[in-house]
C-alpha cells in the first residue's frame, strides 16, 4: 500500500512537470519515469500469474519507449548543435 502511493505521487509529479516543461529534451525523462512507474503500479496492483504478465508486457514495451527517448534526445542535440 505505501509502496503504490509513493510511485502514484511520484508519477503525478512527473505529469504535472511533463505539462509545465517547455523544453522537448527536458519532457522525454519525464515520459520515462512515468512509463516506468506505470510497469510497477500493474505489478503491485495484480500480484497474479496474468498481472505479472501484463505487467512484463508493459515493462517491454516501456523499455522499447525508452529506447526511443533516448534516440529522440540523440537526434534534438544533434539538430541544436548542427544550427549552431
Known amino acids: 500500500m ?4 509513493i ?3 511520484i508519477i503525478i509529479y512527473m505529469v504535472l512537470r511533463l505539462f509545465i516543461t517547455q523544453d522537448k529534451l527536458e519532457r522525454m525523462p519525464y515520459l520515462n519515469v512515468i ?4 510497469a510497477a503500479i500493474i505489478t ?3 500480484p497474479s500469474p496474468l498481472g505479472a504478465v501484463a505487467s512484463i508486457i508493459y515493462f517491454v514495451l516501456a ?3 525508452a529506447n ?3 534516440f529522440t534526445i540523440n537526434k534534438l542535440k544533434e539538430i541544436e548543435h548542427g544550427n549552431d
Open 35 to 38: 512509463n516506468f512507474g506505470v
Open 44 to 46: 503491485l496492483k495484480n
Open 68 to 70: 526511443a527517448i533516448a
Open 7 to 9: 510511485i502514484s505521487a
Open 2 to 5: 505505501i509502496e503504490e502511493t
Open 63 to 65: 523499455t522499447v519507449s
